[in-house]
């Protein structure tokens, strides 16, 4: 079955440690998404790719880092830069980016990362 | 920019009673919309999606949405609310030139027996 995986679904760090994020899809989606969701907050913006080997800082992109070597692979890195990392953490994948007609984006199951 | 509006953080229902979730958008042209929903510590589940072949578009679970492009909304109802409904509600569209989903602050919808 096509889809987008996360992993892991929950997660602890210590204080002043990376962590990397897990987001694999099977749909051939070229673009890839992360969010960040808080309570009260909706989802906000961290990374988006549109192709491979490209990617671009969306709206709190401080603290994190991304890679997009593969179509399929978009890995995100919570850093000790970032100042408050305990949140819910989404991907999201869709076939294109611009243009009418856009189709919709498929979400992963989310990882929940609590800094301890 | 282009965006969306939820114009209602939590709707509160009875069980069986209609169900109305708001959205305005804001757009230079005729924009994609979507509705998703998102059950607690779950991700996104895509209800439906508007992308200008009909104005009243029909999602999963009994939900429907109308795009009024006088109105620049595009609400979200269902007839009869369910318990099982209860959960987040996000409004999604791109902003001009490219898509990058962009959401609503959410509403919450909250069903009561």
């Known amino acids: 079955d096509g889809g987008i995986t996360q992993s892991p679904k929950y997660l602890f760090r210590k204080e002043g440690q990376n962590v990397t994020l897990s987001c694999e899809q099977n749909l051939n989606h070229d673009a890839m998404y992360w969010y960040r969701q808080d309570p009260g907050q909706g989802l906000r913006l961290i990374y988006y790719?549109?192709?491979?080997?490209?990617?671009q800082k969306g709206d709190i992109a401080e603290g994190y880092s991304v890679s997009r070597e593969k179509k399929e692979s978009f890995p995100l890195t919570v850093t000790s830069a970032q100042k408050n990392p305990t949140a819910f953490y989404l991907c999201a994948s869709s076939l294109r980016t611009g243009g009418a007609g856009n189709t919709e984006a498929f979400f992963g199951q989310g990882t929940r990362l609590t800094v301890v | 920019a282009q965006s969306v509006t939820q114009l209602d953080s939590h709707v509160s229902v009875s069980e069986g009673t209609p169900v109305l979730l708001r959205c305005n958008y804001s757009?230079?042209?005729?924009?994609?919309l979507f509705w998703y929903v998102q059950h607690p510590n779950k991700g996104l589940q895509l209800l439906l999606k508007?992308?200008?072949?009909?104005?009243l578009v029909k999602g999963i679970n009994g939900f429907e949405a109308e795009f009024k492009k006088s109105e620049t909304s595009f609400h979200l109802t269902k007839p009869s609310a369910h318990m099982s409904d209860a959960a987040e509600y996000f409004c999604?569209?791109?902003?001009?030139?490219?898509?990058?989903?962009?959401f609503g602050r959410g509403t919450s919808l909250i069903v009561h027996p």
């Open positions: 790719s549109q192709i491979v080997n490209d990617f």
């Open positions: 508007y992308t200008s072949a009909a104005t």
């Open positions: 999604v569209g791109p902003p001009g030139g490219s898509y990058i989903p962009t």
């Open positions: 757009s230079s042209y005729s924009p994609s």
